[in-house]
Structure formats: C-alpha cells, structure tokens
C-alpha cells in the first residue's frame, strides 16, 4: 500500500531555533498535502493545505509565517516551525492525498513528529 | 463549523470480547465520516468509510461501522477483539473533495486496551 514518510519523528530544539519537519510519499504522486497537529488528549487540528506548485492555504488561527509550508515536487511537502518558543511543543502529523484516479479517495498519514521546544 | 465528539478517552476490553466506540458528529450535510487506528509510532491508518449509501459499512481487520442519522452517530463495532486492536482510535468527518477528505475534523480519539 501507499507509504507516507515523516521525518523527524522526534525532536528537541532550543527556543528561536528553526525545525523543518518533512513528508514525503514514497510510491505516488501527492498533489495535495495536509498537516495537523495535535496537543496532548486533544483532536488532530488541520493547520494547512499545501498543493504542489502553489502557496499554502492555512486555516483560521494559524500563522503563516510561523508554520512554512514548502510544497516544491509532487512527492515532498515540508513543514518549518520558525523562532520556535515552548508553545509550539506538539504532535505535527502529515497526510497525502494520490492523483485523481490514483487513490484519490484515500489520505495516507505520516507516523507524526513529535516536537519538543526547550 | 463540523465536530467530532467520541465520548470514551480509555476503554478496556477482554480479548475476545465484543467492542463498540462511540462516534458523534455534527455537520450541516450528509456527512463523509471515517475511522482511523493509530498504533505506536505509526501513522493513521484507514478502517473504513462512509459516503452514502448502505448505512452499515464493512472495513478492514474485521470492524464495521453504522451511520445513523437520526442519531448522528458513527459508532465503530467488532465482535470479537484480538490483542493486536490495542491502538488509539480516531472518528473523523470530511468536507470537500471528491470523497470528503479535502478537510478532515477528527475526535479526541479513543486509547483501546485489550486484556487477555
């Protein structure tokens, strides 16, 4: 079955510092990449959208220029948490979406990165 | 705005023993809902779907699960659980797409202990 790499799955970084957090998908063509994140005992929350060769779309309350979206090829979507402070700690899980007539109804998911800002 | 609420954080259940999570949701349409199980370490992992159609949904590893509008409940069975169904599970409703997956609004999710 389809395979949807994340890496890293775990990191600690000091605060202001930069992580960049990737999602690959291993044996197909993603043009839409999804990424949530999830804090302790609460629901996966969508942040943002990312379509391959355009911007991201972010949901309400999430900063743009906090959370990077990259989506420049049709199998890698990275993620890049600026100036991180303790706040952004949490669970960040990828998914991806196949090409039209190539599982398009399914969403294959990352094994998640768990983040921890000191 | 859609929601997921699953009611149970933790249930344990005897291995062997029949397993029923609770799914409810609130969507203004017909609503595209999904299960998914998350093992250690792992990635979510698709057991089935709802679109339309028969209510009563068959997915993988032996689950299913029964769309009840009235009810507004998607609650995911299996009759007899085995020791490896120890994982989160997660009720999810779409919107958008082809399939509704465009924007997914997951629960809380469920932790399932199995004991022998």
């Known amino acids: 079955g389809a395979v949807v790499s994340q890496h890293p799955s775990w990191v600690i970084c000091k605060s202001g510092t930069s992580v960049k957090i990737e999602c690959r998908s291993l044996d197909f063509q993603a043009t839409t990449m999804f990424w949530y994140r999830q804090f302790p005992k609460q629901s996966l929350m969508l942040m943002a959208t990312?379509?391959?060769?355009?911007?991201?779309?972010?949901e309400q309350g999430v900063e743009k220029d906090k959370f990077l979206i990259n989506h420049a090829s049709l199998t890698l979507s990275t993620l890049t948490v600026t100036s991180a402070h303790p706040e952004d700690s949490s669970f960040y899980i990828c998914?991806?979406?196949?090409?039209?007539?190539?599982?398009?109804?399914?969403?294959?998911f990352g094994s998640g990165t768990q983040l921890s800002v000191l | 705005a859609q929601s997921v609420t699953q009611p149970d954080i933790h249930i344990t259940v005897s291995e062997g023993a029949s397993l029923e999570l609770r799914c409810n949701y609130s969507y203004g349409a017909t609503p595209y809902l999904f299960w998914y199980v998350q093992s250690p370490g792992q990635g979510l992992q698709l057991l089935l779907k709802?679109?339309?159609?028969?209510?009563l949904v068959q997915g993988i590893k032996g689950f299913e699960a029964e769309f009840k509008r009235s009810q507004s409940s998607f609650n995911l069975r299996k009759p007899s659980v085995h020791w490896s169904d120890a994982a989160e599970y997660f009720c999810a409703v779409g919107a958008g797409g082809n399939f509704g997956n465009e924007k997914l609004t997951f629960g809380t999710g469920t932790r399932l202990t199995i004991i022998p």
């Open positions: 998914s991806a979406r196949g090409l039209p007539g190539q599982d398009n109804e399914k969403l294959f």
């Open positions: 709802y679109f339309s159609g028969d209510t």
């Open positions: 990312s379509n391959e060769g355009s911007k991201a779309t972010y």
